[in-house]
């Protein structure tokens, strides 16, 4: 893949050791492509982790925070791996892709702690876990015209009897071949569109690619690279792992208490931490939308209305869909309510900004229900 990265001019930068593409032309036109058309990305640094077994659900419910042994065939979840803190080791992506073996997706700089946790977890089950990254690519199109880019792509067919494209639903898979050999296709993604997420062998990734790219080119499909999947999954209000989750914010922290199934039996990794709770004090993840054209960005100290430092950016940008100056930040719980009014120090000048409600970009339709 790297060889068509140099071929189309991408910028690239150092992520988790690997070489990714930042940027292909402009890090605006790629982001805008994807809201109004669709874009390509290379994902495949994102780790791939198998985990297969008659007690394979049992398993993912007794070390992760979801209940997944619940889903059904082709259906993905997102869940949390949590430290015996109630921290978050990390967010991921767990398909369930056959009666008794599951796909977990980690992000790739937790590849390896994901991957020797689940491991380290696996003696009393009778299951198998195996990191196959290294032999799976991934590819992402997303954007309104994204269904209508995959469907075309010539060589990319299918499987009997598997959902058509058309009908699968959000956070839902589909099985394909390319090449001979087997695609898993996810309708999920990381931009607040419509899109799929293609999971191919790495021999394979390079041609597909290509047949993508000739398929999406009368639709205004453009290759995307990070620069613009940052401002993406920001407008869409997605949390960032290493900006807005870590091991030291408990998932409600974080606006994600409902991610955590409290409700399922038996323990798993930080549970009685989060039925504990945070500290009283601990801060809360908020949306700040601000007007004018200077965006606050990570680090960034947020202020009140006396100028009292009450919580820190740990991501910003001015939105390119909306025009505005958006951030994520963590706040004291007494800042966090919507509609509250606090400013954003911005390398010495006070911004205005109000508490909003999360997502800040939503897509008018929803494609799939």
Same mark, same amino acid.
């Given at each position: 893949?790297?060889?068509?990265?140099?071929?189309?001019?991408?910028?690239f930068?150092?992520f988790? *050791?690997?070489a990714m593409?930042?940027?292909?032309?402009?890090?605006?036109?790629?982001?805008h492509? /994807?809201?109004?058309?669709?874009?390509?990305?290379?994902?495949?640094?994102?780790g791939?982790?198998? /985990?297969?077994?008659?007690?394979?659900?049992?398993?993912?419910?007794?070390t992760?925070?979801?209940?997944?042994?619940? +889903?059904? +065939?082709?259906?993905?979840k997102y869940t949390?791996?949590?430290?015996?803190?109630?921290?978050?080791?990390?967010?991921?992506?767990?398909? =369930? &892709?056959?009666?008794?073996?599951?796909?977990?997706?980690? &992000?790739?700089? &937790?590849?390896?702690?994901?991957?020797?946790?689940?491991?380290?977890?696996?003696?009393?089950?009778?299951?198998?876990?195996?990191?196959?990254?290294?032999?799976?690519?991934?590819?992402?199109?997303?954007?309104? &015209?994204?269904?209508?880019?995959?469907? =075309?792509?010539?060589?990319l067919?299918?499987?009997?009897g598997?959902?058509? +494209?058309?009908?699968?639903?959000?956070? #839902?898979?589909?099985?394909?071949?390319?090449?001979?050999?087997?695609?898993f296709?996810?309708?999920?993604?990381?931009?607040?569109?419509? *899109?799929?997420e293609?999971?191919?062998?790495?021999?394979?990734?390079a041609?597909?690619?290509?047949?993508i790219?000739?398929?999406?080119?009368?639709?205004?499909l453009?290759?995307?690279?990070l620069a613009?999947?940052d401002?993406l999954r920001?407008?869409?209000g997605?949390?960032?792992?290493?900006?807005e989750?870590?091991?030291?914010?408990?998932?409600?922290?974080a606006?994600?208490?409902? /991610?955590?199934?409290?409700?399922?039996?038996?323990?798993? #990794?930080g549970?009685?931490?989060?039925?504990?709770?945070?500290?009283?004090?601990?801060?809360?993840?908020?949306?700040?939308a601000?007007?004018? =054209? =200077?965006?606050?960005?990570?680090?960034?100290?947020?202020?009140?209305?006396?100028?009292?430092?009450?919580?820190?950016?740990?991501?910003g940008?001015?939105?390119?869909?909306l025009?505005?100056p958006?951030?994520?930040?963590?706040?004291d719980?007494?800042?966090?309510a919507?509609?509250?009014?606090?400013?954003?120090?911005?390398?010495g000048?006070?911004?205005?900004?109000?508490?909003?409600?999360?997502?800040?970009?939503?897509?008018?339709?929803?494609?799939?229900?």
């Amino acid at each position: 893949m790297n060889d068509i990265h140099v071929a189309l001019g991408a910028a690239f930068t150092d992520f988790a *050791g690997w070489a990714m593409p930042v940027k292909y032309s402009s890090d605006l036109a790629e982001h805008h492509a /994807v809201r109004t058309a669709a874009g390509i990305f290379d994902i495949s640094h994102m780790g791939e982790i198998s /985990v297969r077994g008659p007690e394979a659900g049992a398993f993912l419910d007794a070390t992760l925070a979801g209940r997944l042994s619940v +889903l059904q +065939l082709m259906q993905a979840k997102y869940t949390l791996l949590l430290n015996d803190r109630g921290g978050i080791v990390d967010d991921l992506i767990v398909y =369930r &892709n056959g009666d008794d073996e599951y796909l977990v997706v980690a &992000n790739a700089s &937790n590849r390896a702690v994901v991957a020797q946790t689940l491991i380290d977890a696996a003696p009393g089950f009778d299951v198998a876990v195996d990191d196959v990254s290294d032999g799976i690519a991934l590819i992402a199109v997303q954007g309104p &015209n994204a269904q209508a880019i995959v469907e =075309r792509t010539p060589g990319l067919e299918i499987v009997d009897g598997q959902a058509t +494209l058309a009908d699968v639903r959000y956070y #839902r898979a589909t099985a394909a071949t390319f090449a001979e050999r087997d695609v898993f296709i996810g309708r999920t993604g990381y931009t607040g569109e419509d *899109g799929f997420e293609l999971y191919v062998d790495v021999r394979d990734a390079a041609a597909l690619w290509s047949a993508i790219t000739v398929a999406g080119a009368p639709l205004g499909l453009v290759p995307a690279g990070l620069a613009c999947r940052d401002t993406l999954r920001l407008e869409a209000g997605m949390p960032l792992y290493g900006h807005e989750l870590g091991e030291d914010a408990l998932p409600v922290q974080a606006g994600l208490g409902r /991610v955590v199934a409290l409700a399922k039996d038996g323990d798993f #990794r930080g549970r009685a931490a989060v039925e504990a709770g945070p500290v009283d004090g601990a801060r809360l993840l908020v949306g700040l939308a601000a007007e004018g =054209r =200077r965006a606050g960005r990570a680090g960034y100290a947020v202020l009140d209305e006396s100028g009292v430092a009450v919580g820190e950016i740990t991501s910003g940008a001015l939105s390119p869909t909306l025009g505005h100056p958006i951030a994520l930040a963590y706040v004291d719980p007494a800042s966090a309510a919507i509609g509250t009014t606090l400013a954003i120090d911005v390398r010495g000048s006070r911004i205005p900004a109000t508490v909003t409600p999360l997502p800040f970009y939503s897509r008018k339709k929803e494609a799939t229900a």
